[in-house]
């Protein structure tokens, strides 16, 4: 089992729908998640950063962390087609010298 | 334009070549990592450095071999690669203080091996 599952897609969706992208982890150490948005021919860039459990509102943006389910959830509502993109969940264990561990991404696609 | 910068954008080399690709940050922080990223796959983690000591190198060819000269700079040196060496290469920089502060990318380059 990997230590992070993240669905690749892609996930298709209208302009205006609420998005949820999610991974699943195994690893229960993980106490730090975090969201990238990579565009095409661009480095992922940091779009949320969380600790432990509960959400986190930014904007348009919600991030979610479930740690008895191992559950980690964005929410994009009014989504943009400038939201296409391919989004990576990171999550890493408390101590300063761990290195994130990555999912796949998800690529997202909105259409006009 | 990110704090980051990674040049080349693009690259392509022979099997037989020998190039770098350079990353410098503006960021202030102590720690650099290379990574490399194929389509469909987690982000692979290649080697990181940590106030100019090399502290992870995950079991990477020695075909590259980084180079971290001082905290803003970080060098790849590539030689005689293959054709799955083809990738999106991704430089990041952190601050390795102990409070897990996230990573920090660039925009990476773009190797195409022939």
């Known amino acids: 089992q990997k230590e992070v599952e993240q669905d690749p897609g892609p996930l298709s969706v209208p302009e205006g729908a609420i998005v949820s992208l999610n991974c699943t982890y195994s690893n229960s150490a993980f106490q730090y998640f975090m969201w990238y948005r990579q565009y095409s021919r661009k480095g992922p860039e940091l779009l949320m950063y969380t600790y432990s459990s509960g959400n986190k509102e930014d904007g348009r943006f919600t991030a979610q962390v479930d740690k008895s389910s191992k559950y980690i959830s964005l929410f994009i509502r009014d989504s943009q087609p400038s939201d296409s993109a391919t989004y990576l969940c990171?999550?890493?264990?408390?101590?300063?010298?761990?290195?994130?561990?990555f999912g796949r991404g998800t690529s997202l696609i909105v259409h006009p | 334009e990110t704090g980051v910068t990674q040049t080349p954008r693009h690259l392509v080399m022979g099997m037989t070549n020998k190039k770098s690709l350079k990353c410098e940050q503006h960021?202030?922080?102590?720690?650099m990592y290379w990574y490399k990223q194929s389509a469909k796959k987690p982000l692979e983690l290649m080697f990181v450095?940590?106030?100019?000591?090399?502290?992870e190198n995950n079991s990477v060819p020695s075909r590259f071999s980084p180079e971290c000269p001082n905290s803003s700079h970080l060098f790849l040196h590539l030689h005689t690669l293959q054709p799955e060496d083809s990738a999106l290469y991704l430089c990041a920089s952190s601050t390795r203080d102990g409070n897990n502060s996230p990573l920090h990318f660039g925009n990476g380059t773009r190797l195409t091996v022939t």
């Open positions: 960021l202030g922080h102590n720690a």
């Open positions: 450095y940590n106030f100019k000591e090399q502290t």
């Open positions: 990171a999550m890493s264990r408390p101590g300063g010298s761990y290195i994130p561990t």
